[in-house]
């Protein structure tokens, strides 16, 4: 029994409902019982005051600008780990030793290749296909490969299904990039890293070797880091959605990616350097800044402002950084960034971004790091759903491992017709 209460007075009636505390953070009012209590329902279109869960993955302070894994800060993860290591602890909950992380690396690299029909299904796409569309496709179509980890009340067989879902999404997003070129697919090279090999899956031809440049597997690594997890958004919590019906797990990520695709959520990846694009130079930032504030144009700063954060997205101070790097390591520079720089400079002494806390998020500067190693604009949310899968992975194990766990089953406020009778259609 919580010894907190909160008490709700409804029409004639006084309900005592528990408050429940986590270890850091909001608490929260226990709601389950008001339905059976009121006979009335919560209300929360876009769940702005809805905790859905319980989970101990990680926590978001969003006004603190504060973002921890299993309790780790991602700037120290960012700095210091590696995707490997931080996908371990999602999905463990603890640091790995070494020949713990050795083991985990190595089970995972020998996942890395996909069934040798899965390669067909890209024939299927138009070569201008979206990425995003052909990683929906062929992620859903995996749940039709993996008969012997689609029961999901057996712990193994839940372990196999998220070591496959985190070893095979950096080959089937390569695959899907050299289709979008017209070259040939890649096998994996199991002698290099997570990383490196998606690099090279990505970028390598047959006809030459693929020398993996260190600093910038070292900024993409970091960058996977960036996007493993973010607490319950939007295609996580499509995924737990999913995965409450018993859904096949491959099916069940395959829906994290297609909500990850949208503009409002991993797409802005995409949008953002579109954006930055379409703007051009810094002087042209005042208008669009004008045209963000306008409540009659549709257009928005892509990149900017956040459900959670009031304050700078964490992940987006590392990406800014990240982009230095990569520019010095590839003896390259693009004035976007500069553009991006000045945009943020004049967003944020301006009192509408300021007064509705609109920060950069992950995405403002995400796109000019990848487009500068050499990703296409369409690849950039592919590549979010590479580096998401472990967190999606992680919260779906969370969820099918708790005996507690019921369907997700939403109510509504209903402001349709009341009951009425049909009329044949010669007395309408
Ligand atoms: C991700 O949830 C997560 O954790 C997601 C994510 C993850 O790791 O999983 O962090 C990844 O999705 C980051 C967000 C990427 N999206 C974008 O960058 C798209 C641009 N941003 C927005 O569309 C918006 O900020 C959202 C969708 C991110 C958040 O929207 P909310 O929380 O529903 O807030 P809102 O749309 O109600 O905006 C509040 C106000 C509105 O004005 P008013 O109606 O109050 O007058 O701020 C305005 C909005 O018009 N506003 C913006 C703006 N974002 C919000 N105005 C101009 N430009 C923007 N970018």
Known sequence: MADKQATLSYRDKSIDLPVLEGSVGPEVIDIR?????????????????????????????????????????????AEQSSFMEVSYLLLNGELPS????????????????????????????RRDAHPMAIMCGVVGALSAFYH???DISDPEQRKIASHRLVAKMPTIAAMAYKYSVGQPFLYPDNSLSYTGNFLRMTFGVPAEPYEV????????????????DHEQNASTSTVRLAGSSGANPFA??????????????????????NMLREIGTP??????????????????????????????????????????????????????????LRLEELALKDDYFIEKKLFPNVDFYSGVILSAIGFPTTMFTALFALARTVGWVAQWNEMISDPAQVIGRPRQLYTGPTQRDYVPIDQR
Not at 100 to 107: G, Y
Not at 252 to 273: D, M, R, S, V
């Open 98 to 125: 070494k020949s713990q992380l050795d083991e985990f690396t190595h089970t995972i690299s020998r996942h890395t290749m996909v069934h040798e029909q899965l390669a067909t299904f890209y024939r299927g796409f």
């Open 283 to 340: 002087d042209k930032i005042p208008h669009y800044i004008e045209r963000a504030k306008d409540k009659n144009d549709p257009f928005r700063l892509m990149g900017f402002g956040h459900r959670v954060y009031k304050n700078y997205d964490p992940r987006a101070t590392v990406m800014q950084q990240t982009v230095r790097e990569v520019f010095d390591a590839l003896k390259v520079n693009d004035p976007l960034f500069e553009t991006a």
């Open 213 to 228: 440049v260190p600093a910038v597997e070292k900024a993409m690594d970091r960058i996977f880091i960036l996007h493993a």
């Open 252 to 273: 069940c990520i395959a829906a994290g990616i297609a909500c990850l695709w949208g503009p409002a959520h991993g797409g802005a990846n995409e949008a953002a350097l």
């Open 33 to 77: 019982k008001l339905y059976a209590q009121t006979g009335a329902f919560t209300y929360d279109p876009g769940y702005k005051s809805t905790g859905s869960c319980e989970s101990a993955l990680t926590y978001i302070d969003g006004d603190e600008g504060i973002l921890l894994h299993r309790g780790y800060p991602i700037g120290q993860l």
């Open 148 to 150: 012997d980890s689609a």
